[in-house]
């Protein structure tokens, strides 16, 4: 009977232990697949002589050669540099500003939250076709403008070359200064008060506190919104093709408009595939130095 009674608990046992294993092998062995298994996929097309469809003629780098002497890779690097630091950095900016100012306790902070927060609800795609609206010279900004009296008003930038890429980074802060803001809302909310209280004691500014005890507690806030924001800003696609399509002419693209163009409109897969793995090793170069400081710090 005892025997009967330890081979159920162990039963048990060894049913709690594989349980979970069993409930998500197969959401695993779909991750290794769908996303591991075409990444790897991807990385061999990029060696080959592909086109229209999958090709296994092995070329080597030639792709990757072939892919740095396009004029409109290099266009779409130099846009990726002038918005991914611009959105960025002024992301950085705004919400650290809207976080300092709803930690200071004010009114309304219940309100003004969830509208800060708001536009990271959207998809990329509503957000860059309202923009495409309202930046739209005829029935945006500058024709309500003009309707209004101020008939010199003059707000183009859409359909200029030289500044559309702007109107990109406009509507990637609008949409993410908000997230960015929780973001440091968080960390301001975790620092002791103790120690902001006997710094005050001590005679310290507010400027003094936010510059030697605050913001330096914020890093770890600092370094997860510039990661978070350097992947969106590489793999930034539905955002460009809501807004700009790419134009005027390519002035608005970026590496993810260039590598979808190459591979499913312009038949050269194995180019967009080496254009898809420039971008991969960049957001790895990005992830992997935080993956590894986190899991120091944890030890």
């Known amino acids: 009977m005892a025997t009967t009674t330890d081979t159920g608990a162990d039963f048990r046992t060894r049913l709690q232990e594989w349980l979970p294993k069993l409930v998500l092998s197969p959401s695993?062995?779909?991750?290794?697949?769908?996303?591991?298994?075409?990444?790897?996929?991807?990385?061999?097309?990029?060696?080959?002589?592909?086109?229209?469809?999958?090709?296994?003629?092995?070329?080597?780098?030639?792709?990757?050669?072939?892919?740095?002497?396009?004029?409109?890779?290099?266009?779409?690097l130099t846009n990726l540099a002038i918005f991914a630091s611009l959105y960025i950095v002024i992301c950085t900016l705004?919400?650290?500003?809207?976080a300092i100012l709803l930690d200071q306790k004010i009114r309304g902070e219940g309100v003004l939250r969830p509208i800060f927060l708001y536009p990271m609800a959207l998809s990329f795609i509503v957000t860059g076709t309202a923009w495409k609206w309202f930046l739209d010279p005829a029935i945006g900004l500058?024709?309500?403008?003009?309707?209004?009296?101020?008939?010199?008003?003059?707000?183009?930038?859409?359909?200029?070359?030289?500044?559309a890429i702007y109107t990109i980074v406009i509507a990637a802060v609008w949409q993410s200064s908000g997230f960015v803001m929780a973001m440091f809302l968080a960390g301001l909310r975790g620092i002791d008060n103790e120690i902001l209280k006997a710094a005050q004691m001590d005679g310290a500014s507010n400027w003094n506190l936010y510059r030697r005890i605050i913001l330096p507690q914020l890093r770890p806030a600092f370094l997860s919104a510039f990661v978070i924001l350097s992947h969106?800003?590489?793999?930034?696609?539905?955002?460009?093709?809501?807004?700009?399509?790419?134009?005027p002419g390519n002035a608005t693209a970026l590496p993810a408009t260039f590598m979808y163009s190459y591979t499913f409109t312009r038949n050269q897969m194995g180019i967009g595939a080496a254009s898809a793995v420039i971008m991969l090793m960049t957001i790895a170069a990005i992830m992997v130095p935080y993956l590894y400081a986190e899991l120091r710090e944890k030890k």
């Open 142 to 163: 500058e024709n309500t403008m003009q309707l209004w009296g101020w008939e010199s008003f003059t707000f183009d930038w859409i359909k200029d070359r030289e500044m």
């Open 232 to 247: 969106l800003a590489i793999k930034s696609y539905d955002l460009v093709i809501a807004l700009t399509g790419g134009g």
């Open 94 to 98: 705004i919400g650290l500003t809207l």
């Open 28 to 76: 695993l062995a779909i991750m290794l697949v769908f996303v591991y298994g075409f990444i790897a996929f991807t990385i061999y097309l990029s060696f080959t002589d592909s086109r229209m469809l999958p090709s296994y003629g092995w070329v080597g780098f030639d792709n990757y050669d072939r892919l740095f002497r396009v004029r409109e890779w290099n266009v779409a």
